[in-house]
């Protein structure tokens, strides 16, 4: 695998910047937010330049109970394959439960959550690992989360997990030392013990974010600054292997590009510091890791065990369980036994201020109609209406759900009835007119034949 070097996380927010910002060897672009056929002018100057772009997914659930969706995989391979990327990247994650499995409606989390470290989860996740390394054109690499929530009756520390995880597939990890400090902060884990249990000849790359604390919960909301403590994860990382490349992060409210550049140079620092920490020389050790990275899925497929497939069964268990957490996060039942009812709750209220800021961001109309009533709005429909169709369907089901309750401002619901009705169609209604005079014509010219 090629060095990737220093990056950063490509938003449309933040194209120009980006293109004109020094010192950046690659680009990740999150996949579900690229058309194949249509990419951004931005990301194509880049890769004219040289740039490496890897597309980073967020909706495939790997960790969920069922079989990757082949449809999902698809469209991540041809993103894959348009950007000319030498990887793709994952998460270790559920974000959907029900269904098929336990004969309940689907829900959507919108959000990444947490597996239950447990062997069953561990062989659904591997198995649906090599599903998804099959369907794809290029090595796949999976990130550990960060959590609000900690699952009861757990087998294995991150660690052990992650290396197992690795151990069994071949897989590649990309390692987020955000992640790693909000999980010390969530759930206690020491950050330091899971970097020692890891597989570090298995790691493509490295996020780095910054967060927020709030009554003792750490949120990774990718939104500010990089703090102290994650850069101390990130060199510690350093002193025990090379990263081939190391990425930041961040999504939203985002600071001018000045600061931009300073965060990176802090993180190009906590690398070099951790490099001289090292035993091994850095350019030596840089090497070791480049090549250890390049040969980590042979080695370990070649101590691989035999193939262990999540049976029916095991299925259905983890599918029940992921239903019961998610169902209780989105749709209000009762919190399962074993769970901290006070971070469940928290969790629940995040994936609903979530909901409510990527649909404003989908459908940034709905905040201008409903102005400062659109925030309390939604989350007060979240609260009763579980996201079942993605974040467009969600919005259209909030605006639904408004225009058949009462709105005593008659600007608003027609403003809101006229964006509903544009866009609940199979085409919108601004096109109806010029779609029916296309099939007009196209019968005229059908009968001449």
Known sequence: MRRLGTGIGWRPEIADAVERMPGIDWVEAVAENVCPGHLPESLLRLRERGVTVVPHGVSLGLGGADRPDEGRLTALAERAAALGAPLVTEHIAFVRAGGPLTASPRLEAGHLLPLPRTRDALDVLCENVRIAQEALPVPLAVENI???????????????????????????????????????VNRGEDPAKALAELPLEAVAYVHVAGGFERDGVWHDSHAHPVPRPVLDILTDLASRVAPPGVLLERDENFPEPGELERELESIRGAVEEGRAMCPVSGAVQEGRAIRSVSGAASRVRAVTPPVVVADDDTRERLALAQ?????????GTPVPEGFDRVRMGVQARALAAKRASVVAKIAPELPVILGTEYRPAFLDYAHGHPM??????????????????????????????????????????????????????????????
Do not use: C, K
């Not at 239903?323 to 749709?331: D, E, N």
């Open 388 to 449: 079942a169709g993605g974040y467009r369907q969600d919005a259209l089901d909030f605006a639904g759900q408004l225009l058949a309750g009462r709105i005593e401002d008659a600007g608003v619901r027609r403003e809101l009835r006229e964006w509903w009705l544009e866009r609940s169609g199979p085409v919108p209604r601004s096109r109806r007119p010029v779609v029916r005079a296309a099939r007009a014509a196209r019968r005229v010219l059908l009968r001449r034949r």
């Open 323 to 331: 239903t019961a957490v998610l169902s209780s996060l989105v749709a």
């Open 146 to 184: 960060a959590a609000l929530i900690s699952w009861p009756g757990e087998e294995m520390t991150e660690g052990q997990f992650l290396y197992e995880l690795a151990e069994r597939t071949g897989v590649r990890l990309l390692i987020d030392v955000a992640n790693l400090h909000t999980n010390h």
